[in-house]
């Protein structure tokens, strides 16, 4: 066998990989393909790396340096018409280097050992697999060589096929799962002095921001940063236009912090317009109900202070996270919002899923009314990128639900309605806001 793949891989082109296809009741078969022949290419920048995220190299080129054995990579599509398809994958190897991989779709597998020809992009066929059902699929690339030896330069998956029609997967190099968010309804012409609202995350995987208090100067919620890092961070924005960079915004234009709490960090911002920053390292609880309020107190035609407020759960009282002046278009609260984002990449591919409940607003008589009534949107990834963003009513709850590759879909500014409670939480009585 040897030989004879030998005497004939000299009259091949240079851009032919050849494979030893190991199919499971298919015996041992010489294949051979070239890297230029059509399908559906996904990049492999596309493509997830388990259980390290950042276990590997991924740029637009590609993946590199993946050396390690326990290490996988996942592509992630939603196959809408069960059948055949075939794979391949597209990769670089040293001249004669050889990677030995396989491939699981489904519940079948099939293992190859492909032969590197150095700078030329080789095409490692790993034959068929049946879709039985429409869905989301997971094709899942594992190294069987030795740790510390390279598996190959990956630069996409290749499918072919009756089950390629219709399907979709995302092909841009953002991986980040799309970002949701909920907005509420408020009466015309009201006068919102306070906005409260709860937060119980049921997923928790690094790089997640569970927004809870949003409205048109800021925001307020609890990230998960690092493995041992949470935070509760209360933001506001400048005035003006300023994307980036917080020295090009006036003096004028500059909200300034009036306060902060014990423990809490206050800075500038930029990167996402520019503003006022907070936030206390906090280790929330998943499953845990967080509660949130923000307060808006005018003090004149052109200057509102905006403050957030923290209730903690083992003190059992409300924490000042910090107060800020904020000029020129300030006032009371509107556009009020929640969201649930994905801000680190590399794991966009978890599940996001967080509930949002007892939503109340204050007006300007001091009266708390209740709101049960919220739409749903998405960030440009959700619209034809990322497909697995969606919200619903849950235990008479909003839940965002975003990321996972799992079924769910929501029509972008669909309105859902979460039964009235009729009852004033009792953590409302708020602490006198900082002058």
Known sequence: M????????????????????????????????????????????????????????????????????????????EIKTPGKITCSVELKLPDGATSRLRLRVGSGSNEVVAKGQGSHTVSVDFGSFDIAAAGYQTFSLESLNLKGQSAGQLEALVLAGPATRQAHFNLKARRNAASVHLTYPLPKDVKATAFYCEVTGVDDPLWTYYMACGWHRGYFGMQVNSPSERRIIFSVWDSGNEANDRRKVKAADCVQ???????????????????????????????????????????????????????????????LISSWRAPKDGGYLRDLYSFSENFGGSNGHLRRKALFSGQWFRNSADQWIEVCDASFSHDETGKSDRLDRFMGVENGQFFLSHGGFSAGFTEYGKAFQRPPSGKVPAELLLPMAPK
């Open 2 to 77: 040897k030989n004879s793949i030998e005497s004939i891989s000299g009259k091949l082109s240079l851009s032919v990989c050849w494979v030893l296809l190991l199919a499971s009741g298919a015996g041992l078969a010489e294949v051979a393909k070239p890297a230029s022949d059509t399908g559906l290419r996904v990049p492999a920048f596309c493509a997830y790396l388990d259980p390290n995220p950042e276990g590997a190299s991924v740029d637009n080129s590609g993946i590199h340096d993946w050396q390690d054995p326990a290490l996988k990579v996942l592509w992630f599509g």
């Open 257 to 319: 912090l009036v306060a902060k709490g014990e423990g809490v960090v206050a800075d500038g911002f930029g990167g996402e317009g520019t503003g006022g920053h907070s936030h206390l390292v906090y280790p929330w609880k998943t499953g845990e109900k967080q509660r949130f309020v923000v307060t808006a107190k005018p003090e004149d035609p052109t200057h509102t202070v905006y403050s957030g407020y923290f209730f903690h759960p083992e003190q059992r009282q409300w924490l």
